[in-house]
């Protein structure tokens, strides 16, 4: 144990017996039991919650995991009905690397049912930030941890210290194997609900049992006191409840104080009845007949009357869905590469016998769970946690770079590229649909001045059609390598080969899109810019602005004087600033695109927008560049929606969520839309991002969260003293790109989910060389037959050679698909419920049968 966990464990001892000396004192312990209180059963559940990291680094939390298992094994030497709950495959798995002969007792106290497995995760993670295949991935590996260390699976999800729970989440959990949740954020007084016991319905249906922890699961000498509380102050549908106790955060666990109360308490005249007990147990006795392995009831079974719930579980905590940015880019950036590097290692080793590199995919996945951590996904932790999160996604998103590439080299070899004096390019594909995909790569073209462009240079496809194209200003300034810009359409989870070869000089091509020192315009949209760089957005295909009246699109710099969790902060409102003082640059014209540069400045802060539009584009992209230098501020985007009866839907992990239009600080994923009432029709805009996730919506004031100045790990009531010296989160350059799509209908018939994997997915293009090959020069191995189906995942199996392939529906409508899987030669159909997760085992043999399977590939 470190000298900081001693320090930290003396301490807590000396609280400990302070707060209980001064209960005996007060004769508080003593206090008569309520009459009913015999009818009424005390499940005490010890446990210890161990932050992985929190105010102190990973290896100290792998040493306090250890010291509290160690401990917990020793009070069940000591009391024989003392149980002991735990969570976190990842703890299991470093006492399995740390001290054999421990994991060994414990494997034999989850045997005889006196430690308790829970939450099948590999740790307690943010459920916010992550996206669904996360949450899938977390009970895949957690799961498989725990059913080799300890010889059995979780049967109860267990989050107690997250920061708000998606609707999506009860699907996830009960394709896990799970069939009840325990969670306590947000308590009683930040999201009423009808009871702390109740059926959570989720957005697709599914129905779990979950259970609110009243006040505390670290509850220590207060232990009786709390009991009487629960008898007294909490009014549920049954009688039955569980006290949470033990030392938590920094570990700990249950002292012998504490459990000495819990059995002198049991002594007490009219006592109710008090069990050293499990959430397992705790959940069958609830719920007499429910099945772990379905998500229903056995049959004959009838569903205990608890309150139904149909709502996402938020908000605590609002600042934590845009602190320390770099984390939450991370985030999204390495899941989107492990979601193309399996699919594109899968589709080469089907193709082309590629190795498919399983055991560093599942490594990679690990960290990045291990860095989903609440605290650590959340930016609550110490600087340094970000130093290590940064490294460890590096470390995953390289795992995922060298599948996509070693596997798109080893088929691109394959296609043949044959004229010595052309250069090849095969573009892939990672989607189920054709996806017209935007491609930069930058070439040496034998440039002899700086006008020398598109004159002799021509872009083809397989059939030798012209492709429009246009040369940028390359990465390097050394040599003669330029950017060739193109947009094409790719086949479903396919590729397809360009050719560029010289041709004749000849006039410019027509460009349908130009940009001025103040505007961009193609044959749909046509941008416009203020003096102080506020946007103006004109649809010319419905003949309307975008934004309301004379506002426009602009960053909004708002006081934010909260600690870094933002508690008890509901919505950000107290503006104080706007970006402005613009400057205006083109930097490309066509034919292809067009680019205008922004630049504008607030405080100490500057902000640097290339907006760029495409011909034939109905939406307008947006690459920024910030260099923050604010503190105790927060920095938002603005896009003033111009409709009636604003609805604002948030993307969640594998689903949405349609929320009020208050203003409140809400989570999302890669987008957000505002749609409403113009003109008698539905209108709307829908705004993509790859590195945001706090956002919120004021009747039409759709807001984007982009950075917060906070101080690291200030946690209320400490206050930022005006001359103190801190560590201030977020300072410096980063960059996101975002994609604005206005839309006539609903964000539904504007494909925002498919717009959102295009804009968040890694572009890959192999350049060829010159050799001969067999396979086509276009293909496609995977599609599917209905715009609201995405295929997320395409792996192999993690037993055997299998592939599994993860679709869900999107737009929350009941659907009948199919696949064409030509990958294997094979098709499937199937029937969708609204915002279903469906996950198939395709066997690579013809004669095997493409199975439904749950989320741990059984």
């Known amino acids: 144990m470190s000298s900081r966990a001693v320090r930290s464990l003396v301490v807590a001892g000396m609280i400990f017996s302070l707060a209980l000396a001064a209960r005996n004192l007060a004769g508080q312990g003593s206090a008569p039991w309520p009459p009913d209180a015999s009818q009424h059963k005390l499940y005490m559940i010890g446990n210890a919650h161990i932050d992985i990291p929190w105010l102190w680094p990973w290896p100290e939390a792998m040493t306090v995991g250890l010291s509290t298992f160690r401990a917990a094994l020793d009070r069940m030497n000591e009391y024989p009905d003392f149980k002991f709950t735990a969570s976190s495959a990842i703890l299991y798995e470093w006492a399995a690397s740390a001290d054999p002969a421990m994991l060994a007792e414990i494997r034999k106290r989850v045997a005889e049912g006196r430690w308790d497995v829970v939450g099948g995760w590999m740790v307690e993670p943010d459920v916010n ?22 010889g059995r699976r979780a049967r109860i999800g267990y989050n107690p210290d997250s920061f708000g729970h998606p609707g999506t989440l009860p699907q996830i959990l009960k394709l896990q194997g799970l069939h009840g949740y325990v969670f306590m954020r947000p308590a009683a007084h930040e999201k009423p609900l009808p009871a702390d016991v109740f059926w959570w319905q989720g957005a697709d249906g599914t129905r779990i049992l979950t259970y609110r922890i009243p006040w505390s699961y670290g509850i220590t000498a207060e232990v009786q006191e709390r009991m009487h509380d629960y008898l007294t102050q909490l009014h549920e549908p049954t009688n039955n409840m569980m006290l949470f106790y033990g030392a938590g955060d920094h570990g700990g666990g249950p002292a012998k104080e504490t459990i000495n109360l819990i059995l002198d308490a049991r002594k007490q005249p009219g006592a109710p009845q008090i069990l050293f007990s499990t959430p397992d147990q705790y959940f069958d006795d609830v719920a007499p007949g429910f099945s772990p392995a379905h998500a229903g009831l056995k049959a004959g079974a009838t569903s205990p009357e608890y309150p139904v719930v149909d709502d996402d579980l938020q908000h605590h905590s609002v600042g934590c869905y845009t602190a320390v940015s770099a984390i939450k880019k991370d985030n999204r950036t390495t899941e989107m590469a ?58 995953a998103k390289e795992v995922a770079d060298q599948a996509i590439y070693r596997a798109a080299a080893k088929i691109a070899w394959q296609v043949p590229a044959t004229d010595p004096a052309s250069d090849y390019l095969v573009v892939f594909n990672p989607h189920a649909w054709p996806a017209e995909l935007k ?26 059609n012209a492709v429009p194209h246009q040369w940028v200003a390359g990465q390097s300034v050394a040599g003669n390598r330029k950017g060739l810009v193109f947009q094409a359409t790719i086949p479903p989870f396919g590729y397809r080969q360009f050719r560029l070869r010289k041709a004749q000089a000849s006039a410019p091509p027509f460009s349908s899109v130009h940009a001025t020192e103040r505007s961009l315009e193609n044959e749909h949209l046509r941008v416009t810019f203020g003096d102080d760089g506020t946007l103006s957005l004109y649809d010319k295909d419905a003949g309307e602005e975008v934004f309301r009246g004379d506002a426009g699109a602009r960053g909004v710099v708002i006081d934010d004087p909260s600690d870094t969790w933002s508690h008890d902060v509901v919505s950000y409102t107290k503006e104080i600033g706007t970006f402005g003082g613009a400057s205006f640059r083109v930097l490309e014209n066509g034919p292809v695109r067009a680019t205008l540069r922004v630049r504008t400045a607030y405080g100490a802060s500057s902000m640097t927008t290339d907006w760029v539009l495409y011909a034939g584009a109905r939406s307008l992209d947006a690459n920024v560049s910030l260099d923050w230098h604010e503190r105790q501020k927060i920095l938002k985007f603005s896009f003033p929606v111009d409709v009636a009866g604003p609805v604002p839907t948030y993307e969640t992990a594998y689903g949405f969520k349609v929320r009020q239009a208050n203003g409140h600080e809400d989570p999302g994923q890669r987008w957000v839309d505002v749609s409403g009432a113009r003109n008698g029709k539905t209108y709307g805009l829908t705004v993509l991002n ?17 950075v917060r100045g906070a101080a690291y790990a200030q946690h209320q009531p400490r206050r930022i003293e005006p001359n103190g010296e801190y560590i201030w989160q977020d300072q410096g350059i980063q960059t996101f790109r975002m994609e604005l799509v206005p839309h006539s209908g609903t964000w539904q018939d504007a494909a925002a989910v498919r717009m959102a994997e295009e804009l968040t997915s890694p572009l890959t293009a192999i350049y060829q060389g010159i050799h001969r090959g067999t396979r086509p020069q276009a293909i496609s191995f995977l599609s599917v037959d209905v715009p609201n189906i995405v295929v997320s995942t395409v792996k192999q199996a993690e037993d055997g050679t299998d592939l599994i392939v993860r679709c869900y529906e999107t737009a929350g409508h009941a659907t009948k698909a199919t696949l064409d899987l030509g990958l294997v030669n094979r098709r499937w159909t199937g029937q969708f419920h609204p915002l279903e997760i469906k996950t198939l085992r395709v066997p690579l043999a013809a004669e095997g049968k493409i199975r439904e399977v749950n989320a741990l590939e059984e």
Do not use: C
Request: glycine share 8%.
């Open 439 to 464: 491609v930069q790569y930058d070439l040496g073209w034998g440039f002899n001045n700086e006008d020398d462009t598109l004159s002799n240079s021509r872009l083809e496809d397989e059939k030798g």
């Open 129 to 150: 930030v992550p996206n669904g295949e996360s949450l899938i991935r977390q009970g895949l590996y957690g799961q498989r941890i725990f059913q080799q260390s300890v």
């Open 690 to 706: 790859d590195a945001k996730y706090g956002y919120s919506v004021q009747d039409n004031d759709l807001r984007i969260s982009i």
């Open 338 to 395: 492990l979601a193309t590097g399996e699919k594109m290692a899968a589709l080469a080793n089907v193709l082309a016998g590629f190795p498919y590199p399983k055991a560093d995919f599942a490594t990679a996945w690990k960290k990045v769970l291990l860095m989903q951590f609440h605290d650590s996904m959340a930016g609550t932790a110490i600087p340094e946690q970000y130093v290590v999160s940064h490294n460890a996604y590096g470390f």
